[in-house]
Structure formats: structure tokens, C-alpha cells
């Protein structure tokens, strides 16, 4: 591990200069592939005001933040606790830099960019969480849930890598209730079964509409860039579900004008891509643009930044307060198709329903360096593709910029090899 970088004021001032400018310039290139609908503004507006103007995450009054690295963690229970879930996933490249001096080199960017944060003090989202709940899961965020510990109260969450019917439902169930305590602790308020309620009902709001959007985002021709779409779902980071439910809701309304009006922004020809594999976190939109500036239409994704965090609702079938958190230990993890789990055919599942509902043509299979994981299910999936007949690529990629030529040269062959299969399909057909 490199030497411990010692943080001082120039370092903090030459961070929050090119951080800020590196997350400006990503989500302006998102807005300028199409004329961004009016009502998407709200989500790009938190991401600026997180990543660009380095504000608090906007919260209701009296919240305490509580910091989570993971979709496995349960925003309905931390929000049934009056406080704010915020994730710190992140994909900052400059973060990443600082978190590099702290973190083995062959740790994936993800942790590193989180490490950065923890020690750089400069993005308030993160300095104002009160404690950080970190999922044991892969080894990296293993690992950082112990060298975190430096920087901020850290609370291991415990997932167990089977999906045993009830004994692995039971251990992540003691779990939720082990962090009732501590979330109550820290906010001085009690989780009830009214508030659990309340938390769940409101982040069912904001899986409801999202349901929705997806709708509109299957749609072809497209209704909104793919790139936009993936920061509007990491815009769910940092807003109250409440509120990213509301605006989402009035979000669908533009798209059904913007549908009658038969306003879209791609050609009914463009290829349509599924990016799955690691998180593609704020700012680092690299793929999602490259894709989208190379021609290609990104369509749909199953990655845990965008649709998958919002997926499946929780389904209370027995209204008593460990009713609902059963429900919660069996949503957070039965459904969850992250390969840290040791069988993932849902996924592979999961994949294939995407591939037909979205019509996809091609499937970027993202990696970020030293993410064993996906990496490990990649060659499952591109069995299961074959069977369709639909193309993938693995694409490797870091939290830096000096990859992108090649990542570019890479996706833009891929497109144009899409493109020449469904022309030479559409002569035999003709
Ligand atoms: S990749 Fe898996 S372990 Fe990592 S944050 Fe996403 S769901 Fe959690
Ligand atoms: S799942 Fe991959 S990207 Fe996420 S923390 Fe683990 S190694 Fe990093």
C-alpha cells in the first residue's frame, strides 16, 4: 500500500477544483445529447448540488443522515428511524485518486473513491452521515468496512452469500434487527410499526414510479437518453424517496406528452445496448456516454446504480412490526441478482427478460478493474447470450480518463458490428 498521503488545505483546495469540474462536465455532456425533459431538471439539480456546488444532500428538517454503501441495505428502515439514507457508492474519479494512497492497488476504483471522500472532508453529503452502514459482501467492501472505521463509525451489515429459503432470511432478519438499536441510538427517535410503514410506503411510492418510467424507457424510439436516465436513478442517492417519487411522477407525465407528440430522441434503426456489471456511480458516466455518443442507444441497464436498486417492491403480507421486517430481509436479498451471491441465475434470468422486454441488440458487460465478482459471471452470461444470438463485449475500465480512447474505439466497433448484423437480417428478411 502506497505511503499515507497527509491531507492539507492546497490538496483540499485542488481537489474541490477538479472534482467539481470533472462532475460538471460529465452531467453537462449527459444533458447534451438531447434536450433534457423540463421535469428531469430536479435530478440533475441534486446530483450538481452533491457533486458541483458541494451542498448537504436536501433533507427533511431534523434528519440526521446515515451513510450506506450498498442496495442491500434498507432504506425503509433507516428512514422508519427519522433519519436520511444517503449512498456513497461513488464514482469520482478524483476521490478515487486520494482514496488510491489508502486502499491496495488492485482494489476496485469503487472503494477507493469512497476512501477519498473519507479522507479528502470535502463533500458534505458525506461528512454530514452520521455513521456509515456497510454491507459485508465482496472483499473489497469487506475491507473497507474495517479501514473506514479511521474515518467515520462504521456499521457492518452481515449478507449472507447463500439464499437458503429461511436460514439465510433468519441471519440477515437478526441483522436488521441488530442495527434497530443503533439507528435509534443515533437519531434519539423509535422505529414503531407505524414508521416502518411510513418507510416503506414511501419508498414503494418511488419503486411505483420507477416501474413507470421504465415503461417509458423500453419505449422505441427512445424518449430520453440512457445516459440521462442513469443519473436520474443515481439522483435516488441523494433525495428523500418521497420527493424522488413526486418528481419522478412528474417526470412520467412529460414523457406521455412527449410520447403523444411523438417527440423521441433516436431512430427507430439505433442499436439498443443493456449494460450490466459493476456500478456505474456519479460521476463516472463514461460508459453510458460512450455508448450514446458512438450511436448506440442505451436501453436498458442491470447494474445496482440504476434499475435494480428500485426493482422489486417489498411485499408486507403480515402487517406486524416483524412482519414487515421479514419482508424487508427477504426483499433485500432473495431477489438481489449482485454476484456476490454464490448462485446467480437470476440474473442470467433477470438479463434475458431485460434483452426481450427492452429489444436489445448488444449487451456491454462493464468491469471495473480488480471487480472479481462480475468478472467471475461473465463468461455465464455470454453462454446464455449466445443461445439468443445477442452480441456482448466485457469492457474494462478505472476511474480515470485514460482509458477512454480505447473503451471508445472498443464500443464503437461493437456498435458498428450490430449494426452490419441487423442489416445483413433485415436483407435475408427482405
Ligand atoms: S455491486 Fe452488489 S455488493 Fe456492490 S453495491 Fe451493488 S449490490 Fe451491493
Ligand atoms: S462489487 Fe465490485 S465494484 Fe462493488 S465494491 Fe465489490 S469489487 Fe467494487
Not at 470533472?22 to 453537462?28: G, I, T
Not at 441471519?171 to 414508521?195: D, H, K, M, Q, W
Not at 469492457?395 to 441487423?422: H, P
Request: hydrophobic share 40%; with cysteine; charged share 25%.
Amino acid at each position: 500500500m502506497a505511503e499515507q498521503i497527509q491531507t492539507n488545505d492546497r490538496q483540499r483546495e485542488l481537489f474541490i477544483r477538479k472534482a467539481t469540474r470533472v462532475a460538471a462536465s460529465y452531467l453537462n455532456r449527459a444533458k447534451q445529447l438531447a434536450e433534457p425533459p423540463e421535469a428531469a431538471r430536479p435530478f440533475f439539480d441534486a446530483l450538481e448540488d452533491v457533486y458541483v456546488n458541494l451542498r448537504d444532500v436536501a433533507k427533511p428538517e431534523g434528519y440526521k443522515s446515515i451513510g450506506t454503501l450498498c442496495v442491500m441495505v434498507p432504506p425503509e428502515l433507516i428512514y422508519a428511524a427519522g433519519a436520511m439514507p444517503v449512498r456513497l457508492c461513488s464514482g469520482s474519479y478524483t476521490a478515487y485518486s486520494i482514496g488510491d494512497g489508502y486502499i491496495p492497488r488492485d482494489a476496485c476504483p469503487l472503494v477507493k473513491a469512497v476512501m477519498g471522500f473519507g479522507k479528502i472532508r470535502a463533500l458534505p453529503a458525506f461528512d454530514n452521515c452520521a455513521l456509515l452502514v456497510s454491507p459485508v459482501t465482496c472483499d473489497c467492501k469487506k475491507k473497507l468496512a474495517g479501514a473506514m472505521e479511521q474515518v467515520k463509525r462504521v456499521v457492518p451489515l452481515h449478507i449472507p452469500p447463500l439464499k437458503r429459503e429461511d436460514a439465510d432470511t433468519e441471519v440477515f432478519l437478526r441483522e436488521l434487527y441488530r442495527l434497530i438499536p443503533i439507528l435509534e441510538e443515533e437519531t434519539g427517535r423509535r422505529i414503531t410499526a407505524r414508521s416502518l410503514a411510513e418507510g416503506i410506503n414511501a419508498v414503494g411510492a418511488a419503486q411505483y414510479e420507477m416501474a413507470e418510467f421504465a415503461r417509458y424507457r423500453r419505449h422505441v424510439p427512445a424518449l430520453l437518453p440512457g445516459t440521462q436516465v442513469m443519473a436520474i436513478m443515481n439522483s435516488y442517492s441523494y433525495m428523500p424517496a418521497g420527493v424522488w417519487a413526486r418528481r419522478m411522477r412528474a417526470l412520467n407525465a412529460e414523457l406521455e406528452v412527449r410520447l403523444a407528440q411523438k417527440r423521441f430522441v433516436s431512430r427507430e434503426n439505433q442499436p439498443r445496448i443493456l449494460v450490466t456489471g459493476s456500478p456505474i456511480a456519479y460521476p463516472n458516466l463514461k460508459i453510458p456516454l460512450l455508448i450514446e455518443e458512438m450511436g448506440g442507444v442505451l436501453a436498458a441497464d442491470e447494474t445496482c446504480m440504476g434499475e435494480r436498486g428500485l426493482y422489486d417492491p417489498v411485499s408486507v403480507i403480515d402487517p406486524s412490526f416483524d412482519g414487515m421486517m421479514r419482508a424487508l430481509a427477504s426483499r433485500y436479498t432473495k431477489p438481489c441478482t449482485c454476484p456476490v451471491f454464490v448462485d446467480n441465475s437470476q440474473r442470467i434470468y433477470r438479463i434475458r427478460q431485460m434483452v426481450k422486454q427492452s429489444r436489445i441488440q448488444g449487451v456491454i458487460y462493464h468491469v471495473l478493474r480488480g471487480c472479481l465478482v462480475y468478472d467471475y459471471e461473465y463468461p455465464i452470461l455470454e453462454e446464455a447470450l449466445g443461445k439468443l444470438d445477442i452480441p456482448v463485449i466485457r469492457v474494462e475500465s478505472d476511474y480515470n480518463e485514460e482509458d477512454v480512447e480505447q473503451l471508445r474505439i472498443r464500443i464503437e466497433a461493437f456498435i458498428e458490428m450490430i449494426k452490419l448484423k441487423e442489416y445483413a437480417k433485415q436483407r435475408k428478411g427482405a
